[in-house]
């Protein structure tokens, strides 16, 4: 009697599965890539940061946060439609960024919209960020105001974003050190494992990945 390997059909539907989770994280990261060079082609490249170093810091920040790259990418890109922020600056935020959304409980979307309009406008900006449950004191408020007043927009955003690394500390990276920031860590790098793949798959097609 000829035989039959009843495990085949389960092998294909596996492999099938894979290659097509790996295409997608792939066109997931291509995605965000894509809109981080259509921002910065938008803005005129105000911050004085390049595509490379802005998925370079987002796979930095992923393996310490328990964020995925394309979840701080994503967080990145919304910082750069504020051309007040440059580069100088641009790593600090990114990163009170994804302390503000573990310490507030809160998505990074919100977080990089509010940091993002308190670096592009403190006065306005720190009192939105008050009402959202950050604590900006009178005596914050005023040392802000008058550096604002005197030109000194730069020192008034590093104040600004000082006070809120007092405040929410390493959040996102103490996170990343728990069990469940460890198990997002190794789920990300799986994750990056199957951009590769996905890659590799759609060259082997001939399709343009560059």
Not at 165 to 176: C, D, L, Y
Request: proline share 2%; aromatic share 6%; net charge negative.
């Amino acid at each position: 009697f000829p035989s039959h390997d009843t495990h085949a059909p389960y092998t294909y539907f596996a492999v099938k599965g894979v290659v097509i989770d790996s295409i997608e994280s792939y066109m997931e990261s291509e995605k965000v890539m894509a809109q981080t060079n259509a921002v910065l082609k938008s803005t005129g490249n105000t911050a004085g940061v390049t595509s490379k170093q802005v998925a370079e810091l987002a796979n930095a920040l992923q393996y310490m946060t328990g964020f995925t790259d394309e979840e701080v990418q994503s967080a990145e890109n919304l910082l750069l439609t504020f051309t007040s922020i440059k580069d100088n600056i641009f790593p600090q935020a990114t990163e009170t960024v994804l302390n503000m959304s573990v310490a507030l409980g809160q998505d990074l979307k919100s977080s990089s919209i509010q940091l993002g309009k308190a670096l592009q406008d403190p006065i306005l900006g720190i009192n939105a960020l008050r009402r959202v449950g950050v604590n900006f004191n009178d005596a914050s408020k005023e040392m802000i105001t008058n550096l604002v007043k005197q030109g000194k927009q730069l020192e008034a955003q590093k104040y600004i974003l000082k006070e809120l690394n007092t405040e929410f500390g390493n959040s996102a990276k103490t996170f990343g050190q728990t069990f469940a920031g460890r198990l997002k860590i190794a789920m990300a790098a799986v994750d990056d494992l199957k951009e590769s793949l996905g890659k590799s798959l759609l060259n082997s097609l001939s399709v343009d990945v560059s």
